[in-house]
């Protein structure tokens, strides 16, 4: 397994804060193989990240996307500083896979951020019936779900798809994800509707080619 390795150099911060979503028309994407990818993908909008928008504008939201990533049950309700440490983690495992991606050193604190919360209030596995399967406990603290987090993050980044971070080939998708197909030649977060519109927008362009020398 490879050994991670942070650079000395800090990023620089962003410059500019993301825009809000109005809350009647934020989605949530689940499309990345991954669950810390999944959690980078709760900010939406363009591929340049200063400029996405925010979609965990309340702790309600925040909320909302861990009870539909399938996790455990949150055991408290949360607040504001929730939201401000999940944005954190979040914008660090972001930055930690766009440089995975490109093969370029990683910053420090970045890797500490994360190290720091995979540290936090390890949940325990349980045995299901029959001792065939191990599972999480039904109710999770926040920082233990941030654990989780974490955790998949540092799985993703010294394990065997380190090199499948990808983003995906749609034009208006800034959703970063895993290949863990065979080939490793994926090149859309999802076929729907990412790879389907790439494929009917093509479909269309020989078309209207086709007829242009047809005239």
Not at 34 to 49: D, E, I, K, T, Y
Not at 119 to 129: E, H, K, M, S, T
Not at 181 to 193: K, Q
Request: proline letters at 6%; hydrophobic letters at 40%; charged letters at 25%.
């Amino acid at each position: 397994m490879r050994v991670y390795r942070a650079a000395g150099a800090v990023l620089e911060p962003r410059s500019t804060a993301p825009r809000t979503a109005p809350t009647h028309q934020w989605t949530f994407k689940f499309r990345s193989n991954a669950l810390c990818l999944n959690f980078v993908a709760s900010m939406a909008g363009p591929r340049s990240r200063p400029h996405g928008v925010e979609r965990w504008t309340s702790p309600a939201l925040l909320e909302e996307w861990f009870h539909r990533s399938g996790l455990p049950i949150l055991s408290t309700s949360l607040n504001s500083g929730d939201v401000a440490d999940a944005r954190e983690l979040r914008e660090a495992i972001f930055r930690l896979a766009t440089l995975e991606q490109r093969g370029a050193p990683a910053s420090a604190c970045d890797i500490d951020l994360v190290n720091h919360w995979s540290r936090r209030q390890p949940y325990v596995p349980i045995l299901d019936a029959g001792a065939r399967h191990q599972r999480l406990p039904e109710v999770l603290e926040f920082a233990e779900l941030m654990a989780l987090v974490a955790a998949d993050a540092i799985d993703l980044f010294t394990g065997e798809f380190n090199h499948r971070i990808k983003e995906c080939a749609s034009e208006k998708c800034p959703i970063l994800f895993v290949d863990r197909s065979r080939a490793g030649n994926r090149r859309w977060c999802s076929e729907r509707p990412c790879g389907f519109q790439a494929s009917s927008r093509a479909y269309r362009l020989r078309r209207s080619e086709s007829d242009d020398e047809a005239t």
